[in-house]
Structures are given as C-alpha cells and as structure tokens.
C-alpha cells in the first residue's frame, strides 16, 4: 500500500472522533460494525513495541523493537440501550462469562483522517481481540458504568472501510 496522506485541512489538528474503534456484531462472514466507545471521554490505542536496548563491549547502544501489542481501554462506558456493542460484550461477559469468546473477537480500526474522505480511508482488522470488561457498577445516583479493555490480536488485515450513513465496509487491500 502506497504512503497515505491525511484528508483533513491543513494547518488544522485533527479531530479525536476520526479515529474509531468498531466490534463485529454481526457474522465472521457478514460483519456489522458497531462503534465502541460512546459516552467515553478520553481513549487512546497504547503500542507496546517490546523495546530492548543493548550495549556492546565497545559501549555502543542498539535497540531492537518488535510488532507492537496494541491495547485500548473505553472508560466509564456507561450501559446504553442503543449501543450494540455494550450489549454485545455484556452479553458475553456479564451475562455468560464467556471467556473463550471475549478472548476472540472481531475488531476494526478507522482512521477516518487518512485517505479518501469516507470513500476509502484507512482501516485495520484483527481477528481475535481480547474485549475484556473490567468492572460493572457506578455511584449511588449515577449511571452504570463497565470498562473495557481491548487487546488488538489475531491476524492483522489492512485495507480501507467506507462509511455511509453509519454503515461501516471494510475492503482488504
């Protein structure tokens, strides 16, 4: 794949909610994909490249990196009735304590902000993510919340997704 530039204005710094996460909730086969991360405030992609630097007898320092871990954590993510990915992952989690299918679950990542505006922009899809709920509750008087932690993993496949009236497609390039 060529370098991608960014589709957004120049001199401008682009806007956070061009970069989303999305979980299958439909089919392997027939993906539906559904944007996690509403009502959360802050969230980041974190890479852990396993950094590891040497020094040889001659004090020269080496470093050497491999594939990055990726890891993202949604918090509070408070239970709404419309997001489909909650219900998903509560389903899973709370309600089977599934292990085995929230260790293997289907992501994909946007970036909203390179490529072709909403046509073909760049997009990245991991196979088995682990989407792992970390608590459920919240304050008296307050809206339930359930963290969750999502470690990016299985096959990695890069292509772009377009996006049409909330309808995500992603394409393998």
Same mark, same amino acid.
């Given at each position: =794949?060529?370098?991608?530039?960014?589709?957004?204005?120049?001199?401008?710094?682009?806007?956070?909610?061009?970069?989303? $996460?999305? #979980?299958?909730?439909?089919?392997?086969?027939? *993906?539906?994909?559904? *944007?996690?991360?509403?009502?959360?405030?802050?969230?980041?992609?974190?890479?852990?490249?396993?950094?590891?630097?040497?020094?040889?007898? +001659?004090?020269?320092?080496?470093?050497? #990196?491999?594939? %990055?871990?990726?890891?993202?954590? +949604?918090? %509070?993510?408070?239970?709404?009735?419309?997001?489909? $990915?909650?219900?998903?992952?509560?389903?899973? /989690?709370?309600?089977?304590?599934?292990?085995?299918?929230? /260790?293997?679950?289907? =992501?994909?990542?946007?970036?909203?902000? $390179?490529?072709?505006?909403?046509? /073909?922009? +760049?997009?990245?899809?991991?196979? $088995?993510?682990?989407?792992? *709920?970390?608590?459920?509750?919240?304050?008296?008087?307050?809206?339930?919340? =359930? *963290?969750?932690?999502?470690?990016?993993?299985?096959?990695?496949?890069?292509?772009?997704?377009?996006?049409?009236?909330?309808?995500?497609? +992603?394409?393998?390039?």
């Amino acid at each position: =794949m060529a370098d991608l530039t960014f589709n957004t204005t120049a001199g401008q710094t682009v806007a956070r909610e061009l970069l989303v $996460a999305y #979980l299958n909730t439909g089919a392997s086969g027939e *993906p539906v994909w559904s *944007p996690i991360g509403k009502r959360v405030e802050d969230s980041s992609e974190e890479l852990d490249w396993g950094e590891e630097s040497k020094q040889d007898i +001659f004090g020269n320092t080496y470093t050497t #990196l491999k594939k %990055p871990t990726i890891t993202q954590t +949604f918090d %509070p993510c408070e239970l709404d009735s419309g997001d489909k $990915a909650q219900e998903k992952i509560w389903n899973l /989690a709370i309600k089977d304590q599934n292990a085995q299918a929230l /260790a293997n679950l289907d =992501m994909l990542i946007v970036h909203l902000y $390179a490529g072709t505006e909403d046509t /073909a922009v +760049f997009a990245e899809r991991y196979s $088995a993510c682990s989407v792992k *709920p970390s608590g459920l509750g919240g304050e008296g008087g307050g809206n339930i919340g =359930m *963290p969750i932690d999502v470690t990016y993993g299985g096959t990695r496949a890069t292509g772009t997704a377009s996006v049409s009236d909330g309808t995500v497609t +992603f394409t393998a390039g």
